[in-house]
């Protein structure tokens, strides 16, 4: 399968600060691909780099075939963009945004009905091609956003944090719609910092302060990062326990996770040493996203080199 985009060590500096360091991937033609950090990783400068928006500070890349210095514009042609603060006009009515954008987007007269139509099937919102988008809840405005981001039928849909704010619901469906459009053959770039998103993506970009930290799908990163085996512990006076847990020579990690800490032991065989230690008893679980970027954020501050 074909590379659609292709960076080499793309980079952004705004002064002093360095935004995107020297950022290398590759993304194939229909493929979901994730980019998964805190807020300030980067996420959005490398997007709006990839887009055309914003021009790099070095490095290169080529999106479609098309070099980003030099076809820029080219670029914008082939391509969809949404993020969480996509502009839609509440005095217009849902039918009326979408025939705005297609006519921002060149989409001709004779295909405009049409391609309106497909995107009120695809946003769920058939039957409510009359009502003012000021009426419509936050999901509902999500999901026309997509529709009329797509409405040009883009080749790659680049999409910038764009469930943040919307109901888990919203959420679940809207990336349902994502996974919809990646079979037809649409390549997707988004970022998130929810974990469940990111597990529905085909492969996975971790950025922490700029940088890439590791590149692969959500199972892979499971297996190649967390070396060891995963506890989870319930202690009452958990954050206060995490110093001297570290401690303990076969403990390679301990990070609190809402109000329980997950333990990395060296191998299963010391459930019972840290059962003595901590007076509660561990339970093994299947590492998560957070596990694997937690633990790539450490090897990232330690100095080391990342998976």
């Not at 049409?114 to 405005?141: D, H, I, P, Y």
Request: with cysteine; charged share 25%.
């Amino acid at each position: 399968m074909e590379d659609v985009v292709i960076t080499r060590d793309l980079t952004k500096v705004f002064g002093t600060f360095t935004a995107v360091d020297k950022l290398n991937i590759s993304i194939k033609r229909g493929e979901i691909y994730g980019f998964l950090g805190p807020n300030g990783a980067g996420k959005s400068t490398a997007i709006r780099m990839l887009c055309g928006i914003l021009m790099p500070t070095a490095g290169n890349a080529e999106i479609l075939g098309f070099d980003l210095y030099k076809q820029a514009e080219e670029i914008k042609k082939k391509i969809g963009y949404m993020s969480q603060k996509f502009s839609l006009y509440d005095d217009l009515t849902v039918e009326e945004n979408l025939n705005f954008y297609a006519g921002i987007y060149n989409v001709n007269s004779k295909e405009r009905r049409s391609r309106t139509q497909e995107m009120l099937e695809m946003s769920r919102l058939t039957g409510r091609e009359g009502e003012l988008v000021a009426n419509l809840s936050s999901g509902w405005k999500q999901r026309l956003s997509l529709g009329c981001a797509i409405i040009s039928r883009p080749s790659i849909l680049f999409l910038d944090e764009p469930t943040s704010g919307v109901s888990p619901t919203s959420r679940r469906m809207f990336f349902g719609i994502i996974e919809e459009l990646a079979r037809a053959g649409t390549t997707v770039m988004v970022s998130t910092h929810f974990m469940d998103e990111a597990e529905r993506c085909h492969r996975i970009a971790f950025l922490s302060a700029g940088a890439l930290l590791a590149v692969d799908t959500p199972e892979q990163l499971k297996k190649k990062v967390i070396k060891g085996y995963l506890v989870e512990l319930k202690l009452q006076d958990a954050m206060e326990r995490i110093s001297s847990i570290e401690k303990l020579p076969y403990v390679k990690e301990c990070n609190i996770h809402g109000s329980l800490l997950h333990v990395l032991l060296e191998s299963e065989c010391y459930e019972e040493d840290l059962e003595s230690f901590t007076g509660s008893k561990p339970k093994g679980i299947t590492p998560s996203l957070e596990d694997v970027f937690v633990t790539l954020s450490r090897y990232r501050k330690a100095g080391e080199k990342s998976a």
